[in-house]
């Protein structure tokens, strides 16, 4: 059972254009939802994170949006770059199993074009 | 501060054969935790350790086990490789309890099975 589902699969987009990530979850438990960049041979590393008591967060170019009452989340990255270009993945957690156990979504292979 | 330290970083085995791998957490950091990362399953958790106990598993056969040692240092082991346990794990510390949840991965450990 996929519990976070996250589209699309791939992604292109010109430089200074929008890039926008969706996920879904079904755990209700969630409360931590982070998402993780990852270069080719490097480790996934936290981009940015949201929990539900926000319906969003900006960090620089990136942006967290998030609807609990339909249960997703996306990432937007404005003005992209060429430096972008990597995947994305999408977490859940639930903080109160007492655990950082995530939940991944599957991916998103990002390329900016310039 | 260094980060996540997983060797090897590259492996080939046999199938029946087993393999070991090892991850050095970041000074300081007590949780360490598995993942496995494939083209077709993406990041799938593997196991949760603190202070040397596991906190949590995933579904995986027992042929997948590891250990925390008391200076935070953890292994994993896959015992009787299947070609389908080819794949990139990575390890990742926390400061669980008393963090936000997010984890920090190191670069990973290539395994292929042959």
């Known amino acids: 059972q996929q519990q976070v589902k996250q589209s699309p699969q791939s992604l292109i987009v010109q430089k200074g254009g929008i890039s926008i990530i969706n996920c879904a979850y079904e755990n209700t438990a969630f409360d931590y939802f982070p998402w993780y960049q990852q270069f080719p041979g490097k480790g996934p590393a936290l981009l940015i994170a949201?929990?539900?008591?926000?319906s969003e967060k900006k960090e620089g170019r990136f942006t967290i949006s998030f609807n609990k009452s339909a249960k997703q989340f996306s990432l937007h990255i404005m003005d992209s770059q060429p430096g972008d270009s990597a995947t994305y993945f999408c977490a859940a957690s639930d903080s109160g199993a007492g655990s950082y156990q995530l939940t991944f979504g599957k991916g998103t292979k990002l390329s900016v074009i310039p | 501060k260094a980060g996540v330290t997983q060797t090897p970083r590259y492996l080939i085995k046999t199938r029946g054969q087993q393999v070991t791998l090892s991850c050095s957490p970041i000074?300081?950091?007590?949780?360490v935790s598995w993942y496995q990362q494939t083209p077709g399953q993406g990041l799938q958790f593997l196991f949760e350790?603190?202070?040397?106990?596991?906190?949590n598993k995933g579904n995986f056969p027992g042929r997948f086990s590891g250990r925390q040692f008391s200076n935070s240092r953890s292994e994993m082991n896959v015992s009787t490789l299947e070609l389908g346990d080819s794949a990139l794990y990575l390890c990742?510390?926390?400061?669980?309890?008393?963090?936000?949840?997010?984890?920090?991965f190191g670069e990973g450990s290539r395994l292929t099975v042959l």
């Open positions: 949201i929990r539900p008591d926000v």
């Open positions: 350790y603190f202070s040397e106990t596991q906190r």
């Open positions: 000074s300081g950091h007590r949780s």
């Open positions: 990742a510390s926390s400061t669980y309890p008393s963090g936000t949840g997010e984890l920090f």
